[in-house]
């Protein structure tokens, strides 16, 4: 953690854990390791690798990383973004009335600023029915067919980097709810 200063509150989001039996983590697990380095306020929100904390500085997610392989032997990886940060992502995106299900409604966080005109899309009409909206900060997606049925192949995604993490927008507002 950085110097002793004022505590802001922070939204980790691990990758793909507990999405097969190889990458269960408990969050009693997870809640005590991010606490056991000194985080207070740790709050983990549904079983998909969410954890709300409260810092004096932006969490080392590399020491986050470590410490989650160290604590129960799944490999993850980190992104750590302001309260401030998630809240606008959560609540600017440009698709948030694209449909009724937001379960199907995918937001996916980025590590550092996109610059949309670099990333390499797909025409409108090659993903139809579902829509896309690339802004600086986030990737959001609407798909109707449902996240498995996406047309927006693993491949498509490497270009966000390793740590590029999605959340629907129900979970989205779930965090949201237990941010203060």
Known sequence: MADKGAVNQYVVLLRGINVNPSTRVAMASLREIVTDLGFTGVTTVLQSGNVILDSDGPPD?????????????????????????????????????????????????????????????????????????????????????????????????KQFGPAATARNVRTAGRILDKLT
Do not use: M
């Open 61 to 157: 997610v590399g020491q986050l990383e470590s410490a989650i392989v160290a604590g129960t032997g799944v490999k993850s990886r980190v992104l750590a973004l302001s309260a401030s940060t998630f809240r606008t992502i959560v609540t600017t995106n440009p698709l948030r009335d694209a449909g009724d299900d937001p379960s199907r409604l995918v937001i996916t966080f980025v590590h550092g600023e996109i610059v949309p005109a670099g990333i390499e899309r797909p025409s409108d009409q090659e993903l139809a029915p579902e829509r896309l909206e690339i802004t600086s900060s986030a990737v959001y997606q609407w798909c109707p067919d449902g996240i498995l049925k996406s047309r927006l192949k693993a491949a498509w995604w």
